[in-house]
């Protein structure tokens, strides 16, 4: 299973009660233990070390970057926003205009030992703003349904940077290329609107030095990065073209690449071998500085995507981690496991089904009447019943928001004022009736899930055979790429996944459903839900904030968006050999904190 790693907004002040376990606050140790390592399994490889496009952007590959990553903030278990002050600093200049200052520390260094500098924030905010790309292309011509990468045939001379940004959200609210100082150790960027969540808009770079290098020909470091500031400083639009074209696909690998600069990081560890489907490990990073050095020297993931089969793998001592999707058959055999620690609680994800508005591969969602209809017939209630309750009991309930998670201030009184009550049971004389009054003849609807993930294939077996009694003809269009897949114009008509929530962010509504973001993968394009995006983006009073995403949340069920399902239960289990995982409901969960990992 891949978890989308931008996902639903989840409101600080109901957050506390979803944690899976205490709210102990990370500490530094600066002792490594030479010869240590941990295995821990994961339910999805590793496929692109950038995940910040549409491609790569997803908790496999995330929960990797993370680790061999640093940034000048993180999110604890609690959760709360820490400032990583051994990466650099960022301060609010001005609030009008809004203005942001970002100085890193003096002793940051990549992986490979060059230095950390503004050059690479400034690819950052290249990248993540798309200020610089040409104006109107649109690359869904150039997707290749198969895979979800770029084609071949994707024109050489354009620029386009494949993050998803958005002109009025974000980074795409800096205009204006940043000011990067004298000593380039610092760059400032300058707001055109305020924006509610500017300290988490700039995200962690790739290496600027690796980028020019690769897609301007270049062999030194410092000649490459000053060719690259460059041809940002002055839109340079040919080499451009190049940098986003190699940002965009050259981080995309699923085996160990011949070229080491293309894994270099700024974390605590850096990948040192990966065999495609297997495993991918980390080593201890001779060359990180910062305040959150690892105790345990190697650290690798094994890719397991079989919940029992991870189990098993922790029984016999092939792992010694894992953090699988829950099934009741799963917490069974945890259950008869001897010295496990095993933590159950919700997790900051939840089960949901988007129809495709437009690009469908049969069109059949283009009408909203048939979506409608569809969302009727789907068995969330059955779903819950005898996939989610048999794991964490009778409490479990279906989700009835796609904004707020529940339980969180908010919640109650947006359910009650969206439609989403009118989907609680299914009614196959009522999709009956729409699909009647569409006059549809084509009712074929290829859902796309993940075909390894034994809880989603449960799913889709139910929902095909409830859709089938109001006449849908549902296909199976599940797939272990799935992932890469998602987005794909002419791919699928529907999806079943799940959003995950990296931040508490308030804004995190945009990339999700606003036109043109970068998980919008169904196509929705709404006038009306764009300028309540818009307002939010901009709104800093946490009771306007709330009203507005109940008001998004309505013109969603109201549009016949999809349905949300349930929220996801969260099992994490490890043997008595390690100690100090303390998981977050925020990605990357178990993680987040992999530098107070210790080997008992």
């Known amino acids: 299973m891949r978890f989308r790693r931008i996902g639903a907004v989840i409101a600080a002040v109901g957050a506390a009660t979803l944690v899976l376990s205490g709210c102990s606050a990370p500490t530094a140790e600066s002792g490594l233990d030479e010869g240590t390592s941990v295995d821990v399994a994961w339910n999805q490889p590793f496929f692109s070390y950038n995940g910040l496009t549409s491609f790569g952007n997803a908790t496999a590959n995330n929960n990797i970057t993370y680790m061999t990553n640093d940034w000048f903030n993180y999110y604890d278990n609690t959760p709360e926003l820490k400032q990583n002050e051994s990466y650099g600093s960022y301060e609010l200049v001005s609030e009008d205009p809004l203005t942001v200052k970002y100085t890193l520390a003096d002793d940051v260094k990549w992986s490979d030992g060059t230095a950390v500098d503004a050059s690479d924030l400034l690819l950052s905010w290249a990248a993540n703003s798309r200020a610089l790309d040409t104006p109107d292309f649109d690359s869904n011509d150039f997707v290749d349904p198969d895979t979800g990468e770029f084609t071949d045939a994707f024109p050489d001379d354009v620029v386009y940077f494949d993050s998803g940004a958005q002109a009025d959200s974000g980074l795409g609210l800096v205009h204006d290329v940043p000011e990067i100082s004298d000593d380039n150790r610092s760059m400032t960027m300058v707001y055109s609107a305020p924006y509610v969540d500017w300290e988490l808009a700039l995200y962690a770079p790739l290496p600027a030095h690796v980028v020019a290098k690769n897609a301007l020909g270049l062999d030194d470091n410092e000649e490459a990065k000053t060719a690259l500031v460059t041809a940002i400083q002055d839109n340079d639009t040919a080499s451009l ?19 080491p600069e293309l ?3 700024t974390g605590p560890y850096t990948i040192s071998a990966f065999v495609a489907d297997q495993y991918i490990t980390m080593k201890a990073n001779p060359e990180y500085t910062g305040e959150n050095k690892p105790s345990i020297e190697e650290v690798t993931v094994r890719f ?37 620690t095993v933590l159950k609680g919700a997790e900051g994800t939840y089960e949901h089904i988007d129809l495709q508005f437009d690009q469908g591969k049969s069109g059949v969602f283009n009408d909203p009447l048939v979506r409608e209809a569809f969302m009727k017939v789907v068995p969330r209630q059955e779903i819950l019943d005898k996939l989610i309750k048999p794991i964490v009991g009778d409490d479990a309930t279906l989700r009835g928001s796609q904004m707020i998670v529940p339980g969180a201030e908010g919640y109650d009184d947006s359910i009650a004022g969206n439609s989403s009550a009118d989907y609680a049971e299914v009614d196959v004389e009522g999709a009956k ?4 009054q569409s006059g549809a003849t084509n009712l074929d609807v290829t859902l796309l899930y993940a075909s390894t993930n034994p809880r989603r294939v449960n799913e889709f077996a139910l929902i095909q055979a409830s859709a089938a009694l109001a006449g ?14 998602l987005g794909t114009p002419g791919a699928y008509d529907a999806s079943l996944f799940g959003w995950q929530s990296t931040s508490l962010g308030v804004s995190s509504a945009g990339p999700n459903f606003e036109t043109g973001g970068i998980n919008n993968h169904n196509f929705f394009s709404n006038a009306e839900a764009d300028a309540v995006i818009k307002k939010l983006n901009v709104e800093f009073d946490p009771a306007t904030q709330i009203e507005l995403q109940q008001e998004i949340d309505k013109i969603l069920w109201e549009n016949f968006y999809g349905v949300t399902i349930f929220q996801f239960p969260g099992v994490t289990a490890f043997n008595d050999s390690v100690t100090g995982i303390d998981p ?9 904190n992999i530098w107070d990992w210790k080997l008992a």
Not at 244 to 257: A, D, E, I, R, V
Not at 433 to 436: E, R, T
Not at 472 to 477: A, E, I, K, S
């Open 241 to 259: 073209a190049k940098i986003s074209s190699f940002w965009n696909s050259g981080f995309n690998f699923t085996s160990l690449p011949d070229d």
């Open 263 to 265: 894994y270099v990081g």
């Open 304 to 340: 397991i995507t079989d919940p029992l089969a991870s189990v098993q793998a922790l029984e016999n001592g092939d792992v010694d981690v894992i953090s699988p999707q829950s099934t009741s058959d799963l917490v069974t055999a945890l259950d008869a496991l001897d010295k496990v």
């Open 433 to 436: 009736a729409l699909i009647a």
């Open 472 to 485: 849908f003809n549902v296909l199976d269009g599940g797939s272990a790429e799935w992932g890469g897949i």
């Open 584 to 592: 977050s409901i925020l990605a990357p969960t178990i993680f987040w």
